[in-house]
C-alpha cells in the first residue's frame, strides 16, 4: 500500500479554526480525499482534490499542493459536533485507494 | 432507505468457525469495496469489485473470499476465523472506479473468541 501521513491528534477550542495536515507518496497519484467518522460510525466524505487549490464546503475546506505532496483539511467555527476522526485518503493508479492513519480531533468547550 | 446496508452489525464467534457478512446498496454504483479497520482505526483496503468484476485483491489470506453475485452486492465469507480477525468491517461503494468518493456501510463488529 502507499504511505500517507497525518497527525494522530488535534484538539482545539469551539469557534477555532483547525487544520489537518496529510502528505502521501506522489507515484501514481491521482486524487486526494477527506473522510469524518465519528466513534461508532462509517466514515462519511468530506470532500476530494485532484487539481491543486482550495475547495471549500461550508465550513470545511480542502487544499491540495501537488508539488509538494501535501494537502490539508481546515475546519472553521469549530464546533463540538466536529469531534471525530478525520481520515486522508489518497487515489492511485486511477482505482486504488488508501487511507491515512486517522486524526482524532478534540473540539472543547 | 439505506444507501449502503450490511448485515450482520455485531458478530460473535469461535475461533475456527466460518462466517458471511453481507452488503446491498441502492444507489447504482458499479464498484463495491471490503474494509478492514483495526483496533487502531486504521482502515485497510481489502477487495474491491467493479461490475462483479475482481479489480483489487490486496494481501488478504485467503481465508477471506468475496463473492460478488451482482453488482448490486458484495459479499465476505471468512473461513477458519482467527483472534486476528477481530475488527470491523465496512463495505462501501463507488459511482466509478476512480472511487474518489466512498459510500460507506455502518460496518459490522465482528470479535472471534
Known amino acids: 500500500g502507499q504511505s500517507l501521513e497525518q497527525p494522530s491528534e488535534v484538539t482545539a477550542v469551539e469557534g477555532a479554526i483547525v487544520q489537518i495536515n496529510c502528505t502521501y507518496q506522489t507515484s501514481g497519484f491521482y486524487g486526494l480525499s477527506w473522510y469524518q467518522q465519528h466513534d461508532g460510525g462509517a466514515p462519511t466524505f468530506l470532500s476530494y482534490?485532484?487539481?491543486?487549490g482550495l475547495e471549500e464546503t461550508g465550513r470545511f475546506s480542502s487544499f491540495l499542493s501537488r508539488s509538494d505532496s501535501y494537502g490539508y483539511l481546515l475546519l472553521q467555527e469549530l464546533q463540538m459536533k466536529d469531534s471525530a476522526s478525520y481520515f486522508c485518503g489518497c487515489v492511485y493508479n486511477f482505482n486504488k485507494f488508501y487511507f491515512g492513519s486517522g486524526t482524532k480531533l478534540n473540539v472543547k468547550p | 432507505d439505506t444507501a449502503v446496508s450490511q448485515t450482520p452489525k455485531y458478530l460473535v464467534t469461535q475461533m475456527g468457525n466460518d462466517k458471511s457478512i453481507k452488503c446491498e446498496q441502492n444507489l447504482g454504483h458499479d464498484t463495491m469495496y471490503w474494509y478492514k479497520q483495526d483496533s487502531k482505526k486504521f482502515l485497510k483496503i481489502m477487495f474491491s469489485?467493479?461490475?462483479?468484476?475482481?479489480?483489487i485483491n490486496e494481501t488478504v489470506p485467503n481465508r477471506f473470499s468475496p463473492k460478488s453475485p451482482d453488482k448490486a452486492h458484495l459479499n465476505l465469507h471468512i473461513n477458519s476465523l482467527e483472534l486476528g480477525d477481530s475488527a470491523v468491517y465496512f463495505c462501501?461503494?463507488?459511482?466509478?472506479?476512480?472511487?474518489?468518493?466512498?459510500?460507506f456501510g455502518s460496518g459490522t463488529q465482528l470479535s472471534v473468541l
Open positions: 462501501a461503494s463507488s459511482p466509478r472506479r476512480t472511487n474518489e468518493k466512498l459510500f
Open positions: 482534490n485532484a487539481l491543486d
Open positions: 469489485y467493479n461490475n462483479k468484476e475482481l479489480i
